[in-house]
Nanobody, 124 residues
């Protein structure tokens, strides 16, 4: 599975962005897809995840109420709607997929084998 992210940009604090992750092939319903981010000098952080079968979602506390993950099954695409962006949201955002069941909390990088190349989000 190849994943390609898009939508990263530079925005002002308080602004919004929508990131998109397109899969090269149909993703099985038993898979989860997730968004991670990594800022320079920091460990990767699991931002949000969605279980494809039932659309169950989970988020990091740092983005709850501001970010929304959703999926378009017909297009094999996962979106991350980001509102009320803050400077601390600045990072490279990565999409990931793997046969992970519905999560009770934010995604863990080690659970995902398939990754995109990343898209940069800068909030000033």
């Amino acid at each position: 599975v190849q994943l390609v992210e898009s939508g990263g940009a530079s925005v002002q604090a308080g602004g919004s962005l929508t990131l998109s992750c397109a899969a090269s092939e149909s993703i099985a319903n038993t898979y989860s897809m997730a968004w991670f981010r990594q800022a320079p000098g920091k460990e990767p952080e699991g931002v949000a995840t969605i279980y494809r079968d039932n659309g169950y979602t989970a988020y990091a506390d740092s983005v709850k109420g501001r970010f929304t993950i959703s999926q378009d099954n017909a297009k094999n695409t996962v979106l991350l709607q980001m509102n009320d962006l803050k400077p601390e949201d600045t990072a490279t955002y990565y999409c990931a997929a793997d046969s992970v069941g519905p999560a009770a909390g934010p995604p863990t990088a080690g659970d995902f084998a398939y990754w995109g190349q990343g898209t940069q989000v800068t909030v000033s």
